[in-house]
């Protein structure tokens, strides 16, 4: 089972911006695909970005493209997000995931393993 930790939320102003890690417990790491996920009070959680095992294909929901990137490094079984020109709609707390067999990567139910999540709070 891999478990999952973020780290790296916070209170930022508008326009600031943030990197968020994700730390895996185990070396399979490497051969899952990685989502980022965001949850806001009322509101069901969304798919933010994804990055493929080797870190070949990312994918970015439209609300975040230009602005947030996704990365990985396998050899320290640890994913991030890098958040630039934030704003206050983006608060939310971040989630991270996993998934062998990723199909649709903009879907909560291809993930297996969840963080716990990290608290992002972007004020105006």
């Known amino acids: 089972q891999v478990q999952l930790v973020e780290s790296g939320g916070g209170l930022v102003q508008a326009g600031g911006s943030l990197r968020l890690s994700c730390a895996a417990s185990?070396?399979?790491?490497?051969?899952?695909?990685m989502g980022w996920f965001r949850q806001a009070p009322g509101r069901e959680r969304e798919f933010v970005a994804a990055?493929?095992?080797?870190?070949?294909?990312?994918y970015y929901s439209d609300s975040v493209k230009g602005r947030f990137t996704v990365s990985r490094d396998n050899a320290k079984n640890t994913g991030y997000l890098q958040m630039n020109s934030l704003k206050p709609e983006d608060t939310a707390v971040y989630y991270c995931?996993?998934?062998?067999?990723?199909?649709?990567?903009?879907?909560?139910?291809?993930?297996?393993?969840w963080g716990q999540g990290t608290q992002v709070t972007v004020s105006s």
């Open positions: 995931a996993t998934s062998q067999i990723l199909v649709d990567v903009t879907s909560t139910g291809d993930y297996d393993y």
């Open positions: 185990e070396r399979t790491f490497s051969n899952y695909a």
């Open positions: 990055i493929s095992w080797k870190g070949i294909n990312v």
